[in-house]
């Protein structure tokens, strides 16, 4: 909203979203006119190895990217979740977000990655789902409780930005499931087109209206001072806050795992022909929650991670690949309504990709991690802490 402005933006959100439920279902169509069962095969068969590889590439970077964000994401709020504990202080490691990125790893995301059915998943993702309503609730909240504090940015309503582009960038990021649809598709009882259709609607349905009613609450309460991680923008010392830091910090550990499952994938079919020993399994595994650890360690600025990762990786995934996949194996007439459309999708997405990628280096997102928000002062305190104890 931040980047597109508001009217704008919530437009684009129901675009992007018709968008993603389009090239969801065209990409499982694609899957049976080629008979194939990964989105790696699919491209293969239709644009050949070198298809394939920039389709690899760009399948293991966006999780990748993904698990590096949500890295950076669990350390900031964690550690203001353990700072309102008493008796820490901020020199206490728990107030640390290196060792709270390595503790999370160890005891949490990498047990929980090293599983080889993504079906097992199942329960966590359902309890991500509950968190996420909850982290929702308490946004919704502080919009009607907080914003009057907050005072609103210069021309904070106008109905479009310039960087509306890097907006479609970061809403792509939100929206994308196509690297990991294949692997659901094949986890359903009976995986069928039409099965496929009422998830892949229900799904999209459910995360527009989430992403709508964070965003519109989000932005009505901080405006132009929207941080990229909307929990930098709270105060530290508002415990209604600092509890949902602690539901976003454990769903945020709960996906981990389901960006991890992809990125192992894309390796193991890229090198070792689809099937990875449990000692592969295994090595595979740590080395790539190791790399993406340790870069989540050396930079902690969310807003340009999202923004690149949306225009670069989630965008080509979005809205290239899978329509240009269809226009390849469409038997039906060039004006049928899916080939137009998937023209449409197509160019759409050479343009967001293009001009998103130099509006980002040229206007990159600035970043305020860890500092406390102008607006936060001891006067504000009876309001932050009126809704929970301390």
Aim: aromatic content about 12%; glycine content about 6%.
């Amino acid at each position: 909203m931040k980047d597109a402005g508001f009217p704008l933006g919530i437009l684009l959100l129901f675009v992007v979203a018709l968008i993603t439920d389009y090239s969801i279902i065209l990409l499982i169509k694609g899957g049976n006119l080629s008979s194939t069962k990964t989105y790696q095969e699919l491209v293969k068969k239709t644009y050949g190895l070198v298809g394939y590889l920039i389709l690899s590439v760009l399948q293991f970077l966006y999780p990748f990217i993904a698990m590096i964000s949500y890295n950076i994401i669990t350390g900031d709020t964690l550690t203001k979740v353990f700072q309102r504990i008493p008796g820490v202080g901020v020199d206490n490691v728990l107030t640390d977000r290196h060792f709270i990125i390595l503790l999370t790893t160890i005891i949490f995301t990498l047990p929980i990655s090293l599983y080889r059915d993504i079906a097992k998943l199942g329960k966590v993702s359902l309890l991500s789902l509950v968190l996420t309503i909850v982290i929702l609730v308490v946004v919704m909240v502080r919009a009607v409780t907080f914003s009057p504090q907050v005072p609103k940015s210069e021309n904070a309503w106008i109905f479009a930005k310039p960087n509306a582009v890097q907006a479609v960038g970061v809403m792509s990021f939100a929206f994308i499931c196509h690297h990991n649809s294949f692997l659901i598709y094949g986890s359903l009882e009976e995986p069928t087109l039409k099965n496929w259709s009422q998830v892949t609607h229900m799904s999209v349905a459910l995360a527009l209206v989430i992403s709508v009613a964070f965003a519109a609450s989000g932005y009505m309460t901080f405006t132009g001072y929207t941080e990229g991680d909307i929990f930098e923008n709270y105060c530290r010392d508002d415990n209604l806050a600092t509890f949902g830091r602690f539901c976003y910090g454990v769903t945020v550990i709960l996906t981990f795992p389901l960006e991890c499952f992809v990125t192992r994938e894309v390796i193991a079919n890229v090198f070792f022909h689809g099937n990875l020993s449990t000692v592969f399994h295994i090595i595979v595994t740590v080395v790539i929650i190791a790399v993406a650890t340790g870069v989540s360690l050396m930079y902690d600025c969310l807003g340009i991670v999202l923004e690149l990762n949306g225009v670069l990786s989630a965008t080509p995934l979005v809205f290239i690949i899978p329509s240009a996949c269809y226009l390849r194996l469409s038997r039906e007439r060039w004006n049928h309504p899916d080939n137009l459309i998937s023209c449409l999708i197509l160019v759409l997405g050479v343009l967001v990709m293009a001009v998103g990628f130099v509006m980002t280096v040229l206007h990159p997102q600035e970043c305020s991690h860890g500092k406390e928000m102008f607006y936060c002062s001891p006067s504000n305190a009876s309001l932050h802490n009126s809704t929970l104890p301390p």
